[in-house]
């Protein structure tokens, strides 16, 4: 055999070998497995005009990170009001799954996210970016209660109106406006404030100003209907004018001022009659600085002309002098004209303990008689009837001078004059008296009961009058109780509950005629 034939059998003899080999241990081909990944093959954010698209994609991959081919992925916008071009696509042979996304007219972050089954959610965010950031109305005029509604507004560089704009608001002043949500500015208070709302680090602001209202309730010491009287608001060379208007037990006049008062300003409120004619109450007035003007004025007002409703002289009508028996008194039971106190027994001094002490020799008789005087007076100047003013008690009651009450003791050394003294004090006082009628004739007595009272009075707090006002804060030798008496106290105690009751300043119960003024050139 020649040497090429031998190694061609050689050769032979290998790739007989060699495919023997191939048989028992085949190649298998590089086939994917399932799918066990899905992560972002293209940028996950992404900023662009109102409506620019921009492409999303997909990779799905197998455990051994080989592409997956025909899986299907779902695409949806979870925010923003944007687009995708399909609902759904389907990888391809790289694994790779597209959609096109269309931005929104969306202020705020928007997103879509690609799923599959059982596989990662993958998100997209996309972001508008806002060129120009205002805010409607620029300014504001408005009453503390009032509410307005702000539309702020952004857009992007082509213009377009971007939706979800929710800005970060703020006020120069908190205690004058403030926002709300929903983007709504309410008044609070009076003054001037800026009202900032920021958004992407660009701010727009509101100037607002809170204009003044002022509110006057009014009052009448008779209980009657104040509805129609004439409110007039001065400061400076401004005026406004308003009738009152019933809202019982009161009547109101609201006056929302077109410009704001100054601080310093002098302000002046009054209430009077449109005209003489119609006139039931002395004209009043209330004065202040406008830095101190309330939002509610109160004002009690005096009526011209009072009928007494209970008692000893029901029925009779008086005329009014607010100068003289008007002008309230103090604690002192001294007339002011500029530094009123209202006159009142409270409800809890009453009825007010009354302790007679025997002093000086008297007797039970003569405290019987100055008690008999005391239920006189009471039945005659006390709508509530007998035992609701006065109750006598033992005066050792009376013993520890921190118990409320009315001492009355004897002096007879006061007798010359048919005399007495009194301590007053609207919770009780104390009284002297000179008079010791177990002993004395009877007339001396009559006349001395009559003193006996108007010290009673005094007690109470009522003064002497500086004028023409009779009976018993007037001369001593005119002691019988007169309805203008009882009127006065009425009236008194009636200022005192609306005092007490609404909170009606004690000035505010002031006239004009009282001050020496006359109001609207009459």
Known sequence: MSRNSKLQYLWAAVMVALLGACKDSPIEPDVPGAATAMVAASGVTFEGVAHSSHTLQVRVTDAKGRSVQGVVVNWKVASGGGSVSSATSTTDAAGIASANWTLGAFADEQKVTAESNRLSTISFTGTVPVATFTISPVEVKLWPGDKTQLSPQAKDATGTILEGVKPTWSTSQPAV?????????????????????????????????????????AWSLDETDVSGQRVTVEWGTKAAQAALVAASPWGEAVFR??????ESASVRISVDAENTSSRRYHPAVVEMAGGELPAEVKVGLMPLRFTIPFG???????????????????????????????????????????????TDGATAEDADSVWAALQGLEKCIW???????????DPAELADPNVKGLRIKFDFSLYASFGGTAKPDVSGGEITFGVAPSTRPLELWYLARGHFQHEAIHALGFNHSTGNYPSLMGSVE???????????????????ELKKTHGIPPENFFTAAARGEELFGR
């Open 383 to 393: 709508p509530g009837g007998a035992g609701t003013l006065y109750q006598r008690v």
């Open 177 to 217: 406006v403030t926002v709300v949500e929903d983007k709504v500015l309410v008044a609070l208070a009076p003054g001037v404030a800026t009202v900032r709302a920021s958004f992407r680090s660009i701010e727009a602001s509101v100037n607002a100003t809170i204009l003044p209202i002022v509110r006057v309730k």
């Open 257 to 262: 001022l077109e410009a704001p008062i100054p």
């Open 478 to 496: 005119v002691t019988g109780l007169t309805a203008y008496d009882v009127a006065y106290m009425r009236l008194m105690q009636l200022a005192y």
């Open 312 to 358: 000893c002289f029901a029925g009779q009508t008086v005329d009014v002098s607010a100068k003289e028996a008007l002008t309230p008194v103090d604690e002192y039971g001294a007339f002011y004209y500029t530094k009123p106190v209202i006159y009142g027994l409270s409800p809890e001094v009453l009825p007010m303990k009354v302790g007679i002490n025997l």
